[in-house]
């Protein structure tokens, strides 16, 4: 089975390992954001400083909101499918024939003949663990969740975040003029939105060039629209 | 099989429509990062004036990256989707015994016996259409997107981040200083939380109560840390 042609294949279908999929989550919009405020700010406000005050703590909001937000999503994540499955285990035991039926609805979805149908859901209704684990699955479409997952995923997002916010925040630090730093800022920000964009699309097996070109858009759209909008207000 | 029991079964295990998806996912980060951006200026900026714009530009930023990330993300799933369903058929054409082979062993790891598994296998592959589709359900995970939704789900996204985002700033408007203006949109912000984790919490089947404490926990950990923040870095 291991010919270079399957081998190719699953390579081709390698989706990314967790820490990057978080890693993707927090800089995309770590890189976006932050940069986009900046720019925003440096059409309509004389003071840098007050530049990276608003960017630093846009860094600070951001990352909190996403890194604390997705602790949360994954305890729920965790807190409901504990709770669906005791509720799958009650219900295999109190209404076992509409269960059943649900297992042969689930053979049937897939186009198999009524025998087939029938012998697959006796033979999984055989084991309750097996029968709960192929519901909780296939009828509600849940995996189990790691438990570890959560607080780790919490923290490499919100590092993420922050990394990609400060890249483009850093030349304010070091100009005396918005405008002066927003020249710089958006030459750092295209160039790490692209690479970003490339390596992004790399991974999940799309065309890394149609990729980072993307990604560079959504970023100079959103700074693009923050400076307008934000020179509009200050008039 | 419509019992009051099963009835409610079926109200429990509910899942959200796309647009309400599309809506708590805006309105997470956009009743959030805006309210703590402010929230954060309020201690470190006299002028309200630059508060506002910067909560503006803010607004503007997030849900443009946020609108057009997703309205991209959905035009990449899409493209993925169909690459994806070519390769399947060229496969089913090309390596045909491999495929079988997979087919099979979803099957075995639902624990049935090598006789369903070899019948279940031959009836799937009768037709290419159903074992394409089969493939890209089960081998990949992949389900066939909405051709609208990208659009749609941009639009949803970015308007309820949007609207999200500028209650709390609201207040804003109406004070002479900062910090009077983070009372009022503190409190608003909250309460908005509040709500809002109380109907997302619902909607998904968890517990309201402790889904609306912990929405409004993340803003008001992302607002004191980006007031504490900026407040430093004025020194």
């Given at each position: 089975m291991e010919t270079p042609h399957t081998h190719d294949h699953h390579e081709h279908h390698l989706t990314s390992s967790d820490l990057l999929r978080d890693i993707v989550i927090g800089m995309s919009d770590g890189l976006t954001v932050p940069f986009a405020l900046a720019a925003g700010l440096s059409g309509a406000v004389k003071d840098v400083h007050l530049i990276v005050i608003a960017g630093i703590a846009e860094i600070a909001a951001g990352s909190i909101a996403m890194g604390l937000g997705g602790y949360l999503a994954g305890k729920t994540e965790q807190d409901h499918y504990n709770s669906e499955l005791k509720r799958e285990y009650l219900e295999i035991k109190e209404l076992p024939e509409v269960e059943k039926q649900e297992v042969r609805d689930f053979f049937a979805d897939l186009g198999l003949s009524s025998e087939v149908q029938e012998k697959a859901m006796t033979e999984i209704?055989?084991?309750?663990?097996?029968?709960?684990?192929?519901?909780?699955?296939?009828?509600?479409?849940?995996?189990?969740?790691?438990?570890?997952r959560a607080s780790k995923s919490a923290f490499n997002i919100g590092i993420s975040y922050i990394i990609g916010g400060l890249v483009p925040l850093l030349p304010y630090f070091f100009v005396n003029n918005g405008i002066d730093g927003l020249k710089i800022s958006a030459c750092l920000a295209i160039?790490?939105?692209?690479?970003?964009?490339?390596?992004?699309?790399?991974?999940?097996?799309?065309?890394?060039?149609?990729?980072?070109?993307?990604?560079?858009?959504?970023?100079?759209?959103?700074?693009?629209?923050?400076?307008?909008?934000?020179?509009m207000i200050q008039g």
């Open positions: 209704i055989k084991n309750d663990d097996r029968w709960v684990d192929f519901m909780m699955k296939y009828e509600l479409g849940l995996d189990k969740p790691d438990p570890q160039i790490s939105l692209l690479i970003f964009g490339f390596f992004k699309s790399k991974m999940t097996g799309m065309n890394p060039w149609k990729g980072a070109i993307k990604v560079a858009f959504i970023g100079a759209i959103a700074a693009g629209c923050a400076f307008a909008i934000a020179k």
